[in-house]
């Protein structure tokens, strides 16, 4: 899947927000990847390297973390560092995500724009599922 940047940001943002709900109601019932995997396929994403938007980016770019969406705006972002670790610590990565995001410069009408594809693409699921 070809994403922008500003995509990448976005929907990473997005699954990680509605991931770190899921977590506080069931702490310690699934895990991460599991959650990740979900998300995407409950919102009608096949085929998302590692389950991950920022990954997806990055392999269509150069298949660097180098071009990480993360690692452009914090060159030490690593989803890998023991202090936030995604895997073992879900909240504290997605705190380093949400201090990414007060950096991350996106245009209003990208964002807008975004939000707007965001949910016409539920809307999209939604009609597919009444079928």
């Not at 390297?49 to 990055?58: K, L, N, P, V």
Request: aromatic share 16%; hydrophobic share 40%.
């Amino acid at each position: 899947m070809k994403l922008s940047y500003n995509e990448a940001f976005f929907l990473c943002l997005k699954q990680w927000g509605d991931m770190i709900r899921e977590i506080k109601k069931n702490p310690n019932e699934l895990s991460v990847v599991t959650l990740k995997l979900s998300w995407c396929i409950k919102n009608g994403f096949k085929g998302v390297r590692s389950y991950c938007f920022f990954c997806e980016f990055t392999h269509n770019a150069d298949e660097s973390c180098e071009t990480c969406p993360g690692r452009l705006v914090d060159p030490e972002f690593c989803c890998g560092n023991l202090a936030y670790d995604y895997r073992s610590k879900p909240l504290l990565f997605y705190e380093k995500l949400l201090k990414l995001k007060s950096e991350w410069k996106c245009p209003l009408h990208i964002l807008l724009f975004l939000h707007i594809k965001w949910y016409w693409r539920k809307a999209r699921l939604f009609l597919r599922g009444l079928k």
